[in-house]
């Protein structure tokens, strides 16, 4: 290769590795902040500060959907299946909230260390299959993620 | 190989070739575009959960696909021009970046349009969606810094460095549901093991991708021909071209 070329192919492998270093450190040093939520674990492990707006992020447990009678509050937990985040939102839920499903909720924990809600997101999932399929993974006892239940 | 190569620096043996393939692809594509679209959208089962907002992976996941891999042939393209001068390569990566930006707006759009229905939420700041609007910015941006300069050749230079420098956030957005925790689901597609999305519906979504992935080359072909007579117009090729095109 002419020489001329060679050191333009090293400047450019230079520039490349060299972003690549710099956007790596910054991403590194940011991870944290780059989660969009705090799984309820780190949450009962004191890693969230309390009073100051935060996500979390879990499974809704089953069973743990209550509803009240006269108004849109509900209140549910939040899971990782370590800790579980207890939740309170006043106002509409996605379609596609559930129990078993992923949720993300934001609000801030209070001094009882309940997530006061302003907002309910429903996390999908990667499995995407039509209904029939589904009712014939569930009557061979396997769950939608192909686990046995 | 090597002639192949050397070939491909020749603006009319390039714009000839491309106007062949042209010819032969556009078609193609518009028929595997048309069939995957009416596969996706009609004749497959709705989703057991999102029932029938989940058929808009069938322009998202292609659109956003794409615009990556377009991406790295935008790099790629920078960088042989920046080594070995070729002005090709130059046209190629100018040629690149608007369809790019198309490409990532439609994914962002089309994802923000499905987010709301089964998130709930039209716009999230996730690891994911924020990377993806960061590529929107980094074509937009190679797109007004060719422009930004008079001197092409300084302009193809500056554009090379900031499209080598973006492609570190490929992988950022492409791992970034594994790495992080985010609200966007991880990949359905495993090249690895089996995909998490049922065969009947990844059917038509293979087939739209590789749709794109020819729309993608006919749109950079037919913007590379543009480009290519802009520059040579003053050159004889260009003007036996366009006196043959008044005749006929």
New interface residues.
């Given amino acids: 290769m002419h020489p001329v070329?060679k050191q333009?192919?090293l400047?450019?492998l230079f520039?490349?590795l060299f972003?690549?270093a710099a956007?790596?450190l910054v991403?590194y040093a940011l991870?944290g902040n780059?989660?969009?939520?705090?799984?309820p674990a780190e949450v009962a492990a004191g890693m969230a500060p309390p009073g100051q707006p935060i996500r979390v992020?879990g499974m809704v447990a089953e069973g743990s959907v209550r509803r009240s009678e006269d108004s849109l509050l509900v209140r549910f937990d939040l899971t990782d299946f370590q800790a579980s985040v207890p939740v309170e939102y006043e106002g509409i839920?996605?379609?596609?909230?559930d129990e078993g499903?992923g949720a993300?909720a934001s609000g801030r924990l209070n001094a009882r260390g309940v997530l006061e809600a302003t907002?309910?997101?429903?996390?999908?999932?990667?499995?995407?299959?039509?209904?029939?399929?589904?009712?014939a993974l569930e009557k061979s006892g396997y769950d939608?993620?192909g686990n046995k239940q | 190989m090597w002639t192949f190569f050397h070939k491909l620096g020749s603006p009319p043996w390039l714009y000839s070739i491309s106007g062949t393939i042209l010819r032969w692809l556009l078609p193609i594509t518009l028929v595997a575009l048309a069939a995957g679209i009416v596969w996706g959208l009609l004749f497959?089962?709705?989703?057991?959960?999102?029932g029938n907002s989940?058929r808009i992976?069938y322009i998202h996941v292609p659109a956003a696909v794409v615009a990556l891999a377009g991406y790295y042939v935008m790099a790629i393209a920078g960088?042989i021009s920046?080594?070995?001068k070729m002005k090709m390569a130059d046209v190629a990566m100018k040629a690149c970046a608007p369809i790019g930006a198309a490409l990532t707006f439609i994914a962002l759009v089309t994802g923000s349009i499905w987010g709301k229905?089964?998130?709930?939420?039209w716009w999230?700041?996730?690891?994911r969606i924020t990377s993806m609007l960061i590529l929107l910015f980094l074509y937009l941006g190679v797109v007004a810094l060719y422009e930004a300069y008079d001197n092409k050749e300084a302009a193809g230079k500056a554009c090379a460095?900031l499209s080598?420098?973006g492609?570190?956030?490929i992988p950022?957005i492409y791992k970034s549901v594994d790495?992080?925790?985010?609200?966007h689901?991880?990949?359905?597609i495993k090249f690895t093991g089996e995909s998490?999305?049922?065969p009947?519906?990844l059917y038509p979504l293979l087939l739209m991708i590789s749709a794109f992935y020819a729309l993608f080359t006919c749109c950079l072909l037919m913007n590379m021909r543009a480009e290519l007579l802009e520059r040579e117009a003053r050159t004889n090729w260009v003007q036996r071209l366009a006196k043959q095109e008044g005749r006929s």
């Fill in positions: 070329r333009r192919l400047l450019v520039i490349v972003s690549s956007i790596g991403t991870r780059i989660n969009l939520f705090f799984p992020g839920l996605p379609d596609l909230f499903q993300v907002e309910v997101l429903a996390k999908h999932d990667e499995n995407y299959m039509p209904p029939e399929v589904a009712d939608h993620k | 497959t089962a709705p989703d057991f959960r999102q989940y992976i960088a920046l080594i070995w229905p089964t998130w709930g939420t999230v700041w996730d690891a460095v080598l420098v492609m570190v956030n950022i790495w992080w925790y985010s609200l689901q991880p990949a359905s998490s999305i049922d009947s519906m």
